[in-house]
């Protein structure tokens, strides 16, 4: 089946850990994204990437960090620097950037212990 | 900030048409109007979008107004599992930067009931 996978579905982390989330798509779509998402808000960009070895900072990428080295993968590191890290975090994928459709994986759910 | 807005919460009975109000009275003309919805603790699901004619799909029509400050999402005919929150996106237009990003805002919650 084509699509977004994204895991762990649920992932602990210790005060002052690094956590990496990880986000894999077979949809053959040259930009990827990562967005967080608090009860009951919207998704806030995190980072995005529209070609394999770039990436660009989104509206709170503040604690975060990212890597592009396949065009499949697009995995999301939560930093100890990352204050509040408690959310749910949605990877999507698209074909461009220009108005092209996005579509989403089923999300990491982080909670910090 | 989202340039959408969209009522908090409607309620639809099972079986009847759930009509979502959106207004984008900033809308540029070359920006596109995309709903998705997101049931409980899962990711978003596209819907549909549109430009300035009304477009249909398997899972929805979308009329938007001539002077495209308003559209609707019409779900023809409401299910349990159509219950969701639906975020309608103005989406910015052009390449490069954050112009094409989607930024949501906190949707209407429909509750379709039986």
């Known amino acids: 089946d084509g699509g977004i996978t994204q895991s762990p579905k649920y992932l602990f982390r210790k005060e002052g850990q690094n956590v990496t989330l990880s986000c894999e798509q077979n949809?053959?779509?040259?930009?990827m994204y990562w967005y967080r998402q608090d009860p009951g808000q919207g998704l806030r960009l995190i980072y995005y990437?529209?070609?394999?070895?770039?990436?660009q900072k989104g509206d709170i990428a503040e604690g975060y960090s990212v890597s592009r080295e396949k065009k499949e993968s697009f995995p999301l590191t939560v930093t100890s620097a990352q204050k509040n890290p408690t959310a749910f975090y949605l990877c999507?994928?698209?074909?461009?950037?220009?108005?092209?459709?996005?579509?989403f994986g089923p999300g990491t759910r982080l909670l910090v212990l | 900030d989202a340039k959408t807005t969209q009522p908090p919460s409607m309620d639809c009975a099972e079986g009847r048409a759930a009509n979502l109000p959106c207004n984008h009275s900033t809308i540029s003309g070359n920006e596109y109007v995309y709903w998705y919805r997101q049931i409980h603790s899962q990711g978003p699901q596209y819907i549909i979008h549109?430009?300035?004619n009304n477009e249909t799909n398997e899972m929805a029509s979308l009329i938007i107004t001539e002077d495209r400050k308003s559209s609707t999402l019409i779900l023809p005919h409401a299910t349990l599992r159509d219950t969701a929150v639906y975020y309608c996106i103005v989406r910015v237009s052009g390449y490069g930067g954050s112009q094409g990003n989607l930024i949501f805002g906190k949707g209407t919650k429909l509750s379709v009931k039986p």
């Open positions: 549109g430009l300035k």
């Open positions: 949809l053959n779509h040259d930009a």
């Open positions: 999507a994928s698209s074909f461009g950037t220009h108005q092209e459709t996005q579509y």
């Open positions: 990437s529209q070609i394999v070895n770039d990436f």
